[in-house]
């Protein structure tokens, strides 16, 4: 692109952002700063904002301006045990921004869509060569265990994580343009790709369609999207189920028909009456685990018709053994089990397409995220998330 392209480029997209009502101008070159600001964990629960000069960047390379960046369960464990090693490391990985940088072999995205100054953008994996999880099109193998923007070691770059106002982005790293998505959307992509995943993997049970009656359990973040998205497929026979009538009332705005309450049940054989009599006197034909207990897990058999299907998705981590008998609740009933973890390079493409359907029917995605911290507060967001308060924590830049 020659000089004149761009400065017109930039003049009708200035033009177009004064006619929005906004007054920021767009980035170039000129207006990055000298320096870059990175929330380093630098021992365990502190982070500090250290100041690196700004690297130069590569012909491979995309500089990105961060504009926010979610706090994910594993960036908890990391303030609070460090079980990956890393400190010091730049945290935040469900990032994303604006690029303001690129190096000249730098044309399109991991979709191939064009990439370009201006674009708002987020990372994936960064892919070594195992071509089980490269290929775009035919995903073998989730994308756990490789690496990530935001728990990478710290290196020279330093600016390796999300939690910052400045991002390099590398060669051989996954990059897509969603300059048509929102920034609370954005910032949604990471969480609700693992949910797409989950319900991908409930498709391949068969037993999962439009009239199915669905039970989902736990709703935290991801039994909430869970519902989100299978609102968004078209199925409405949804009953959620969780111990907190604050959670329960919004699974109802996510899209629940109705909701259980297993404080109010006494034991487990009560608790199933209970989800049966939500679902008019039937049980689940499928039913979707997003609580990390153990005993959720070994209950959630009893709520499931036979022949039906269960999608185990709560246990990100190790959260223990859970206890099932076997004759009962697989093989009497013939139940269908699937487990998901994390997601393929392909479900984080169909994420953006979820996240516009979500809003062009009315969910309320952006109440997911119920607390927003400046990046000097870094400290007090991952206390926040430790103390189980509230759903999703945002680290939002200004
Ligand atoms: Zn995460």
Not at 111 to 124: E, I, M, Q, R
Not at 126 to 133: E, T, W
């Amino acid at each position: 692109m020659d000089i004149n392209s761009q400065n017109i480029e930039e003049i009708v997209k200035q033009v177009l952002q004064n006619m929005q009502g906004t007054t920021s101008a767009p980035a170039s070159s000129k207006d990055i700063p000298d320096t870059a600001h990175v929330a380093m964990l630098t021992e365990l629960e502190k982070f500090e904002i250290k100041e690196y000069p700004m690297p130069a960047i590569g012909d491979d390379d995309i500089l990105v301006k961060v504009e926010g960046c979610g706090v994910c369960g594993t960036d908890a464990h990391e303030f609070k045990r460090d079980p990956f090693v890393l400190i010091p490391v730049a945290l935040g990985h469900e990032g994303t921004g604006e690029v303001v940088k690129v190096g000249k072999n730098v044309k399109v995205d991991s979709a191939g869509k064009p990439l370009g100054v201006g674009d708002k953008v987020v990372t994936c994996m960064i892919f070594k060569d195992n071509p089980d999880i490269t290929m775009f099109d035919l995903n073998k193998q989730n994308v756990g265990g490789a690496d990530v923007y935001g728990l990478l070691p710290d290196d020279d770059v330093h600016l390796n994580g999300w939690f910052a106002d400045y991002l390099v982005v590398r060669k051989g790293s996954t990059i897509f343009n969603v300059s048509d998505l929102d920034l609370d959307s954005r910032i949604l992509i990471e969480p609700c790709a693992v949910l797409i995943h989950a319900v991908e993997r409930a498709k391949t049970t068969g037993i999962l369609r439009f009239n199915s009656r669905v039970a989902v359990q736990g709703c935290g973040p991801i039994g909430l999207i869970c519902i989100a998205v299978l609102r968004t497929m078209g199925i409405e026979n949804i009953v959620a189920i969780d111990g907190e009538d604050k959670r329960l009332e919004f699974a109802k705005k996510m899209g629940a028909d109705k909701v259980v309450n297993f404080k109010n049940y006494k034991g487990i054989e009560a608790l199933a009456d209970g989800v049966k009599e939500a679902f008019g006197g039937y049980e689940a034909d499928f039913a979707f685990q997003c609580t990390g207990s153990p005993v959720a897990h070994s209950n959630i058999y009893k709520f499931i018709r036979s022949g039906g299907g269960l999608c185990e998705l709560g246990f990100f981590i190790n959260g223990g053994d859970a206890t099932i008998n076997p004759h009962f609740d697989l093989c009497a009933k013939e139940i269908t089990l699937v487990g998901s973890w994390v997601y393929t390079l392909r479900d984080y493409a169909t994420t953006f397409d979820f996240l516009k359907r979500a809003k062009a029917i009315g969910l309320p995605m952006s109440d997911l995220i119920t607390h927003r911290y400046p990046l000097e507060e870094i400290n007090e967001a991952l206390k926040t998330n430790l103390a189980m308060q509230g759903l999703k924590i945002a680290i939002i830049n200004k």
